[in-house]
């Protein structure tokens, strides 16, 4: 994440459901051969507004997969949903990784590829447009997705940072 305000959540109040984005397996070429691991990107969310990203890294999927979702409840952040979709366009990079997310009209459903479906349907969003440019990878597409979703601000919290009252903000 970078310098913009950010809103951490505790994971001690609310239920989160994970969801594995992708698995790994490495290899370390040692003197008696290859040593396999695996790495596990995780995303967890309530389904309600709260979503994180976690890397796990371990010998066996079952035990990096744990440890993602563990990384991933430290790593949780509130996004502002309106009417199940978000409040406005928003772009996202993280290295190579390019995302962009729209605002869609009810019924619309989550239009979104592989990395970013995950996490937006984490977030509890059900109707997006969403597009990933540049790098497939599925580490920089979650970053990136992530990072897009927290700077999303609702009316109301724009109000409040100008310091007017709402209907000062859509009338100009």
């Known amino acids: 994440m970078s310098a913009i305000n950010v809103k951490r959540v505790k994971t001690s109040e609310i239920e989160l459901k994970d969801r594995l984005v992708s698995i790994q397996r490495v290899a370390k070429v040692t ?43 430290k790593n949780l952040v509130k996004v502002p949903i309106i009417n199940g979709t978000v409040p406005h366009e928003q772009y996202g990079k993280y290295s ?50 992530v990072f897009a979703l927290a700077q999303l601000r609702d009316a109301y919290t724009v109000a409040q940072h100008r310091g007017v009252n709402l209907g000062k903000v859509f009338n100009g």
Request: aromatic letters at 6%; charged letters at 20%; proline letters at 2%.
């Open 96 to 145: 190579g990784g390019f995302v962009f997310v729209k605002p869609a009209a009810t019924g619309t459903g989550v239009i979104a590829g592989g990395a970013m479906r995950a996490v937006l349907e984490s977030a509890g969003i059900h109707n997006v447009l969403a597009k990933s440019k540049g790098s497939s990878n599925p580490h920089n597409v979650v970053k990136a997705t």
């Open 31 to 73: 003197k008696g051969g290859r040593t396999f691991s695996f790495s596990a990107i995780v995303v967890v969310g309530d389904e309600n507004g709260v979503v994180g990203y976690g890397l796990g890294k371990a010998k066996e999927v079952t035990e990096a997969i744990a440890k993602g979702i563990d990384d991933a409840k």
